[in-house]
């Protein structure tokens, strides 16, 4: 049997598309992204998808961004929801907590691992995804913590995204003046002031 050049382009093609997909699921397999959080969902929301909208638009361009705002309006799902849009670009992304990057520095103490090695792990990444920034004691071994891995994703032009419970005011206080300095540089604010979505 003769197949035409178009029938083998497409089943090239098809193969290629096949090899993106696994890519792109093997990559949000070691992403860390919550059970609860892994479907993707649509809202009707105009504010969530002008926000979802923006984040996938500057994806790859190195942005700083926050999204803060009260619990319960999606802050967490546009976040993985970024993770995905990554992985399908086959790019290397990383969701997790704040307090679970310092429990992980704080483990290498007892560890083989060093805190330099857990910090390279956070730096390697193509996107990172920092929730919960607020669930911090605010001292200054933390603060200067996540500021040097901020920093380094900075200098390294990779895509950061941090999430607070907060209010703009009160995340920019406690974020400190040289991540916010980048944040308005790169990337800037996205408030969710809309209705949690776990009152319906």
């Not at 497409?10 to 997909?21: F, G, L, N, S, V």
């Not at 990337?187 to 776990?198: L, Q």
Request: net charge neutral; hydrophobic share 35%.
């Amino acid at each position: 049997m003769t197949y035409s050049q178009e029938e083998i382009n497409a089943h090239y093609q098809r193969i290629e598309q096949e090899d993106k997909r696994r890519e792109a699921e093997q990559i949000l397999a070691n992403a860390g992204i919550p059970l609860r959080n892994r479907e993707a969902i649509v809202s009707e929301n105009p504010k969530w998808n002008k926000i979802e909208e923006r984040l996938n638009a500057r994806l790859g361009s190195g942005f700083i961004v926050a999204i803060v705002g009260p619990r319960g309006t999606g802050k967490t799902q546009l976040g993985c929801g970024l993770c995905r849009s990554a992985a399908q670009a086959g790019r290397k992304c990383l969701y997790a907590s704040a307090m679970g990057f310092f429990l992980d520095i704080k483990e290498s103490f007892n560890d083989k691992t060093s805190e330099k090695e857990v910090i390279e792990r956070y730096v390697k990444p193509a996107v990172l995804v920092l929730d919960e920034t607020q669930e911090r004691g605010q001292t200054p071994w933390e603060d200067r913590l996540l500021t040097h891995l901020i920093d380094r994703r900075y200098g390294a032009k990779k895509d950061t995204l941090l999430l607070s419970n907060q209010t703009e005011a009160e995340f920019l206080l406690s974020i400190g003046e040289s991540i916010a300095s980048r944040l308005r540089e790169t990337g800037g604010i996205a408030v969710a002031d809309w209705e949690s979505f776990r009152k319906r």
